[in-house]
T-cell receptor, first 114, second 113 residues
């Protein structure tokens, strides 16, 4: 299955600033997914990133707050903009692996906003 | 509303015990159910289940799907401290022309030496 390199691994940011998270996949994939996991919660899909088109955002998430880039079939970025403490979460990128293996996840970014 | 519910929310056992984790779901156009283990940040894949009654097994872990009961169980026998983690259940379903995933809130398992 695909191997995903995600960075940064963790960061502590000041409120009002922005952080860009990067994910690099070792193979070409059509769709990449960005998830958020707030403390004590499960994974919530933020958006689906297709190469060459606008990302598709889930209800409750907007492009101005979470702009996504997908310049090619192996790379994507998620930016968390104008951060507030409520944005403190683990952010995960993922790709759909082979049919029998569900998702493969990046190593995750633990974001703390102070 | 589509949802996935896991139980128990948390569990503390001693090494050698056997545990059973539950996942129930309510979705339309069910495709598959997946189990993941989350130790730090990134969930790691355990099983994908699509057919009822067929047990999938990997070492001390096994899982089975019951489509009639809209549920699945994950069994861990002879637990070890390394099994301590959050176990997530996710259901894949088809809606609006695409497949979507819903994750449960997870079961937090702690295995004591």
């Amino acid at each position: 299955s695909a191997v995903i390199s995600q960075k940064p691994s963790r960061d502590i940011c000041q409120r009002g600033t922005s952080l860009t998270i990067q994910c690099q996949v070792d193979s070409q994939v059509t769709m990449m997914f960005w998830y958020r996991q707030q403390p004590g919660q499960s994974l919530t899909l933020i958006a689906t990133a297709n190469q060459g088109s606008e990302a598709t955002y889930e209800s409750g998430f907007v492009i101005d707050k979470f702009p996504i880039s997908r310049p090619n079939l192996t790379f994507s970025t998620l930016t968390v903009s104008n951060m507030s403490p409520e944005d403190s979460s683990i952010y995960l990128c993922s790709v759909e692996a082979w049919a029998d293996y569900g998702y493969t996840f990046g190593s995750g970014t633990r974001l703390t906003v102070v | 509303e589509d949802k996935v519910v896991q139980s128990p929310l948390s569990l503390v056992v001693h090494e050698g015990d056997t545990v059973t984790l539950n996942c129930s779901y309510e979705v339309t156009n069910f495709r598959s159910l997946l189990w993941y283990k989350q130790e730090k940040k990134a969930p790691t894949f355990l099983f994908m289940l699509t057919s009822s009654g067929i047990e999938k097994k990997s070492g001390r872990l096994s899982s089975i799907l019951d489509k009639k009961e809209l549920s699945s169980i994950l069994n861990i026998t002879a637990t070890q401290t390394g099994d301590s983690a959050i176990y997530l259940c996710a259901v894949v379903y088809f809606t609006s022309g695409t497949y979507k995933y819903i994750f449960g809130t997870g079961t937090r398992l702690k295995v004591l030496a």
